[in-house]
């Protein structure tokens, strides 16, 4: 497929679906426009009817899905019919509109195949005014539904009599598709599975998106095993690629036909989950016998997947026939989808179609949530708001990126990334960065771990008063149960960027306004300590000699000294060597002029540029390793990415609003 120039027609593949009633001539009309019989089956050729699903090219850009008519088949048809870009809607003119139109018409419906065109067959079996009564129902038939507006067509697929122009009116609607299928990877749910000599296990069906190549490796979902692809045909031939909107038969390696079904989707790994829960909106037909019950055991047809789920409805009352609603459905089997897929609902017992609707969330976050929280959410991502849309992706799955809100969304990037900032700049949505990259999270959720971290504070500094905030990665543990792995320091950091906590160093948090309430003996003693290290230098006295200095039993010191390296104006290491700041940052500058001479610098030349010994040293060049400030090799150090990177002034004293004075 080439696209050229940007005012160039674009012939993109397309798919046609046939529909109507059993014996209504849908496989000779495409043996008539193709040259090829669909009926591939021995029993369908035996018994005259559809069963299964047949395929046929018009050319090699068209492709025909012929779909059985026959009621008992009905599933068959809307594993056809799901992945069609157009739909023939076939009547034929001696029965006119039968049970099996109207039902196939309403599967088109809710499948929302968007265009097609009204054929009537047989038309030498009958009177002229016969074929035009059959033309006129079934084009009244079409009034209000997908197919409102399609043109008519009376045809023999015998004498070929309307076939030509027919066949022109379907190369004239197929060169007016838009473009479909989402965003993201390979996707293809497979309704053929065969095994061919010399090839093994080959599946056919209709590529949704992306792109799928000879050798590319890809995941057969739901069970989740890796194949690769060995051949690719499309329109009966061997080519390189498939592209979204083209018919495949791809020959795999790696899974054996039997475990291989009808149903089970290709996809490019990662990019589906599979699933035993969706959230979904659901319409009702009106035809619909009953309304639609909480707990209603149906069949879903989803792709070309046929499964039996249990709805969870998400409404007070019952939906009613030709109403809609929301709905948590639970699957019996998992399987894969995506958003906004198209699915359709069969009563269980008696088996009729009795409605459809679109998935919301494919795969729902597991844990248990109210169902008026799942429904608001629903609600939320049905919206045609697009900002609310963004917003409720990231309430469903806290802390995404923009690549992951649009593979949610089924949309492109360049379209929910724009949408993505200005939830941003209305405080909808907070930024989070994390690594390389940015999350989001709603300021629900923010909201919700700021109380989180709230409470933990509270009961932290109700047991240690003196202690000027927690540590960071202490709380960023407690907080982890809540956070996506990963991002629970990010989001600290940022909330108090932001002003939501307070950070009395880049290693503790408090809460917001929490301040330490010192006596006047407790401050004259955290001067003279500060002092004492600071003489110290990078030979600070123990914590033993510390409180000798200041009286003060070795506890009593202790909880000063955590205060000074809580407030930034001290660095503990080892939780027994305590030194000043500004002796740190001053070593830190010597080692940069250092290094800016000199590669590589043994452990005992630094020793003596910092005139200290191997007790203090080792500890703090550890540190500096840490901070990324050096490098170690054996027993030289090279200077590390971060050791240029401005630092901040060490605070010379704790400003009065972090110190209030007690009598």
């Not at 020793?607 to 203090?616: I, S």
Request: with cysteine; proline share 6%; glycine share 8%.
């Amino acid at each position: 497929m080439g696209i050229e120039a940007a005012n160039a027609p674009i012939h993109l593949p397309v798919i046609i679906g046939t529909a109507g009633h059993i014996d209504h001539g849908k496989s000779s009309l495409v043996r008539a426009l193709t040259g090829t019989d669909p009926d591939r089956l021995k029993e369908e050729k035996e018994r005259g009817i559809t069963i299964d699903l047949g395929f046929a090219f018009l050319d090699d850009r068209i492709a025909f899905i012929d779909v059985p008519g026959h009621e008992h088949f009905i599933k068959n048809m809307v594993a056809g019919a799901a992945t069609v870009d157009f739909a023939l809607l076939v009547v034929a003119a001696d029965d006119g509109v039968m049970p099996q139109t109207r039902e196939h018409l309403d599967i088109l419906n809710l499948l929302d195949v968007r265009g097609g065109l009204v054929v009537i067959t047989k038309a030498d079996m009958v009177d002229p005014s016969l074929a035009d009564m059959a033309r006129d129902e079934a084009m009244a038939l079409c009034k209000g539904t997908v197919l409102d507006g399609a043109s008519a067509h009376i045809v023999d697929s015998l004498s070929g009599k309307g076939i030509p122009a027919l066949r022109q009116a379907i190369v004239d609607l197929a060169a007016g598709k838009r473009v479909r299928g989402g965003t993201g990877g390979f996707r293809m749910p497979v309704d053929r599975v065969f095994t061919m000599k010399g090839f093994g296990t080959v599946v056919t069906g209709s590529v949704l998106s992306g792109t799928a190549r000879t050798d590319d490796r890809s995941m057969l979902l739901p069970d989740g095993t890796e194949v690769r692809i060995r051949g690719v045909q499309s329109h009966s031939r061997t080519v390189g690629q498939v592209v979204a909107g083209q018919r495949a038969a791809l020959n795999l390696v790696g899974v054996a036909v039997e475990d291989v079904r009808r149903g089970d989707v290709l996809a490019t790994a990662g990019t589906l989950e599979t699933t035993r829960r969706m959230l979904v909106r659901i319409d009702l037909l009106a035809s619909a016998p009953t309304p639609l019950e909480d707990r209603q055991r149906v069949h879903l047809h989803i792709g070309t997947a046929d499964l039996v789920a249990r709805v969870a409805l998400l409404e007070s009352a019952p939906i009613p026939p030709g109403g809609s609603g929301y709905a948590e459905l639970r699957l019996e089997s998992p399987t894969a989808s995506r958003r906004p897929d198209r699915f359709i609902l069969r009563r269980f017992s008696p088996v009729t179609t009795i409605g459809g609707g679109t998935v919301l969330d494919p795969a729902p976050p597991p844990g248990r949530r109210p169902r008026s929280v799942l429904r608001e959410l629903a609600v939320d991502l049905d919206s045609n708001d697009a900002g609310v849309q963004v917003v409720a992706v990231f309430e469903r799955k806290p802390f995404s990126t923009d690549a992951e809100a649009s593979a949610a969304l089924a949309q492109p990037l360049d379209d929910v990334a724009p949408r993505i900032l200005d939830r941003v700049a209305a405080g909808d949505l907070f930024a989070f960065p994390v690594g390389t990259g940015t999350r989001y999270a709603t300021a629900a959720r923010v909201q919700t771990l700021l109380q989180a971290a709230g409470a933990e504070l509270a009961a932290f500094h109700d047991k240690s008063p003196l202690r000027a905030g927690m540590s960071r990665s202490e709380l960023a543990s407690r907080l982890q149960r809540q956070l996506p792995e990963g991002t629970a320091a990010a989001f600290l950091d940022r909330v108090i960027a932001l002003g939501f906590l307070d950070g009395p160093s880049p290693r503790t948090v408090a809460a917001l306004g929490f301040e330490v309430r010192l006596t006047r003996k407790q401050r004259e003693a955290v001067a003279v300590l500060e002092r004492a290290l600071l003489d110290g230098a990078l030979m600070p006295p123990s914590v033993e000699d510390l409180a000798a200095v200041v009286d003060l039993p070795v506890k009593e010191a202790r909880v000063l000294l955590t205060f000074l390296a809580d407030t930034d104006r001290a660095l503990c290491l080892d939780g027994t060597l305590y030194f000043a700041i500004a002796p740190v940052h001053q070593a830190r500058q010597r080692l940069a002029d250092l290094f800016a001479v000199e590669a590589e610098v043994a452990t005992s030349r630094i020793r003596d540029v910092l005139g200290t010994t191997r007790k203090y040293l080792i500890p703090l060049l550890q540190h500096f390793d840490e901070l990324r400030w050096t490098v170690r090799h054996d027993d030289v150090r090279r200077a590390g990415p971060r050791l240029a990177e401005p630092s901040s002034c060490p605070r010379a004293a704790t400003p009065a609003s972090r110190e209030q004075e007690t009598p």
